[in-house]
C-alpha cells in the first residue's frame, strides 16, 4: 500500500474535513496523493481557498499538499486507502448518534474496490467498526472484508486549539482487521507520524483505548467539581487547595469547571451505552457525567444568590457573560456548557448578554438560538467569566468596575483573576 502511494499508482482519501480530518489530510498530502472529501459545500469552498471554517489551520499549511477538496462521491473511487473522521455526536437523550458515520460508510461502499483499505478514527463504542461499520461497507460495496477489502481503528488524538501535541508529534494507534492490514495501517500513518505507532492486537482494543482516555479525564474532573461543591460550603477557594495539594509529587493535576466539546463531554456516553446493552450499569462513569453536565447550572444559581445578596431585584438584573466556545482559545462552540448558564440564568428573568470575540454569531445563533453582541455593554450587576480566552487575561479590576454597577459580582468560573481582585464580590468555582 505503502510504495503504490509513493508511486502515485493510487491516493488516499479522508472523509469529514473537520478538527480531525483537515490535519490528516493535509499531512498526508504532502507525502502522497489525497483526496479531501465532505458533505458541505460551503467548507469546500473555503479550503479550496486555503480558509479553514474552524481557524485551526493556518493557510500556510496548504503549502504543498496535493490535494483534492470535493464534495462530489465521486471523486472517492480513484483512492484506494480511505480514512474516515465524521463527527460521532450524542442525540437529546445522551444516546449515541453514529447516523453520520453509518452515511459515511454508505458513501464509501459505493466506491470500494478490491484490495482497498477502510480505517476509522471517529470515536466509538468498542465493536461499533465490527458491528455497524463493516455490515454497511460489505451492503454497499457487495465485497466481503477481510477477503476482498481490509478495515482497521486509528483513533484520533487531536486536541484543538493545541500547537504542541499535533497529529506528527502524538503516538498513533492503529488496529487492524487482520495482521496484513495492521502492518499495511501502521506503514501508512508511519508516513507523517514522527511520535510512533503503537499497534493493538485487535479492532475493539483500539476503540476501548480511544474512549476511555475522555472518559478518564472526565471522572477525574468530576471529581474536581464536586470537591468545588463541598469546599463552596466551607467558603474555602478550590484553586487554593488544589495548589497546595500540587506541592505533592504524584498528585494527579485536574480542575474543576465547565466540561462541554465533542470530546470529554461526548465519549463517556457512548461507553455507559454499550455497557447498558451488555447488561453493566456504569456507577462512576454515570456520576461523574451527571456532576459536570450539572455544573452550568449550580454557576447560574451561585450567581443569581450572589445578586440577591447586594440587594439586587433579580428579574430587573444584567449580567454578561464572557466566553461561549467549549474551551479557551478556540471558535469551537459544540456542546458548549456555557450555553447552560445562559439558559439558567434565563430561567430567573435575567437579562443575559454573551460576548466571544473567537466564536461566530451565525453559528451562536444557529445552533442555540442566542444573539451574541458585539461590543460589551455598561451596567451590568454580575460578569460571569465563562472561558478563559487570552484576549480576557488582560482584563483587571478595573475594567470590570467600569462596565458594572456598584457592588457587582464578579464570577470566575477558572480563577484566573483569583487574588487579583478587591473590592467587587468575586466568587470561583
Not at 473537520?18 to 458541505?40: H, S
Not at 473522521?85 to 478490491?114: F, M, R, Y
Not at 457573560?321 to 456548557?337: A, C, H, P, Q
Request: hydrophobic share 40%.
Amino acid at each position: 500500500m505503502v510504495k503504490k502511494l509513493l508511486n502515485r499508482e493510487t491516493k488516499i482519501s479522508v472523509s469529514g474535513l473537520g478538527y480531525v480530518g483537515l490535519p490528516i489530510a493535509l499531512e498526508f498530502a504532502r507525502k502522497v496523493q489525497v483526496v479531501g472529501y465532505d458533505i458541505r459545500e460551503d467548507r469546500i469552498e473555503k479550503l479550496k481557498k486555503r480558509i479553514d471554517p474552524n481557524q485551526e489551520v493556518s493557510p500556510e499549511a496548504f503549502q504543498g499538499a496535493d490535494i483534492l477538496f470535493t464534495s462530489n462521491p465521486e471523486d472517492l473511487a480513484g483512492a484506494s486507502f480511505h480514512i474516515i473522521a465524521v463527527p460521532t455526536p450524542i442525540d437529546e437523550h445522551n444516546l449515541p448518534d453514529i447516523s453520520p458515520l453509518i452515511h459515511a460508510c454508505e458513501t464509501i461502499g459505493d466506491v470500494l474496490k478490491q484490495d482497498d483499505y477502510v480505517v476509522f478514527e471517529s470515536t466509538v463504542y468498542p465493536g461499533c467498526t465490527e458491528e455497524e461499520c463493516i455490515p454497511v461497507l460489505e451492503k454497499f460495496s457487495g465485497l466481503k472484508c477481510g477477503k476482498d477489502f481490509k478495515v482497521g481503528f486509528s483513533p484520533e488524538r487531536i486536541n484543538p486549539g493545541d500547537k504542541i501535541h499535533t497529529l506528527k508529534s502524538i503516538v498513533k494507534v492503529v488496529s487492524g482487521c487482520d495482521k496484513v492490514s495492521l502492518e499495511n495501517i501502521a506503514n501508512t500513518y508511519q508516513l507523517i507520524v514522527e511520535a510512533g505507532i503503537h499497534r493493538v492486537s485487535s479492532i475493539k482494543v483500539a476503540e476501548a483505548a480511544k474512549i476511555i482516555e475522555n472518559t478518564q479525564r472526565d471522572i477525574n474532573i468530576a471529581f474536581m467539581n464536586e470537591l468545588s461543591l463541598i469546599f463552596n460550603r466551607m467558603n474555602i477557594n478550590t484553586y487554593e487547595v488544589l495548589e497546595a495539594a500540587n506541592t505533592k509529587w504524584n498528585f494527579l493535576s485536574f480542575y474543576p469547571g465547565l466540561v462541554g466539546g465533542h470530546c470529554i463531554g461526548v465519549d463517556p456516553y457512548y461507553l455507559t451505552y454499550k455497557a447498558r446493552e451488555l447488561g453493566y450499569h456504569a456507577q462512576v462513569i454515570n456520576s461523574g457525567r451527571f456532576v459536570n453536565d450539572s455544573m452550568g447550572a449550580y454557576i447560574a444559581k451561585q450567581t443569581v444568590k450572589k445578586i440577591i445578596a447586594i440587594d439586587k431585584n433579580i428579574n430587573h438584573a444584567k449580567v454578561l457573560i464572557l466566553g461561549v466556545t467549549f474551551k479557551e482559545n478556540i471558535s469551537d462552540i459544540r456542546n458548549s456548557k456555557v450555553i447552560d448558564i445562559a439558559r439558567e440564568l434565563h430561567s430567573y428573568g435575567v437579562d443575559v448578554d454573551l460576548f466571544d470575540p473567537r466564536a461566530s454569531k451565525q453559528e451562536v445563533k444557529r445552533e442555540y438560538g442566542l444573539n451574541l453582541i458585539s461590543e460589551i455593554g455598561k451596567d451590568y450587576d454580575a460578569v460571569i467569566v465563562a472561558v478563559s480566552h487570552a484576549e480576557f487575561s488582560s482584563f483587571d479590576e478595573s475594567f470590570f468596575s467600569s462596565i458594572t454597577n456598584h457592588k457587582a459580582v464578579l464570577i470566575d468560573v477558572k480563577g484566573i483573576y483569583r487574588g487579583k481582585i478587591k473590592n467587587l464580590n468575586y466568587w470561583s468555582l
